[in-house]
Nanobody, 122 residues
């Protein structure tokens, strides 16, 4: 079992930055693959970042590559998402998700947080 809690969302102006965090409550955090997803208003949820616990590598969607950075602090059972150069298209609810020993991320990952709202607006 793993519980996930996201934080760090809020209102930011276009061009600004935000840092999201996702804290895990559970055991064996090192063995979980972690994904960040977002859901924009009126759109389906999309995967934007995936950390593979198999190989310890991170992949980014084209929409965030070069602007968002994933970081993992195993000792604190926390992952971070640093988001720079934000635009209104980045507005949405951001979720972290986890799956035991996952190599890829997907909509049916076992554990999900409730999400944190990011609003990019002038």
């Amino acid at each position: 079992q793993l519980q996930l809690v996201e934080s760090g969302g809020g209102l930011v102006q276009p061009g600004g930055s935000l840092s999201l965090s996702c804290v895990a409550d559970g055991h064996n955090f090192d063995y979980y693959g972690i994904g960040w997803f977002r859901q924009a208003p009126g759109k389906e949820r999309e995967e934007i970042v995936c950390y593979s616990s198999h190989v310890g590598s991170t992949t980014y969607s084209d929409s965030v590559k070069g602007r968002f950075t994933f970081a993992r602090d195993a000792a604190k059972k926390t992952v971070h998402l640093q988001m720079n150069s934000l635009s209104p298209e980045d507005t949405g609810v951001y979720f972290c998700a986890a799956e035991w020993y996952a190599n890829v991320c997907h909509e049916t990952m076992s554990y999900w947080g409730k999400g944190t709202l990011v609003n990019v607006s002038a």
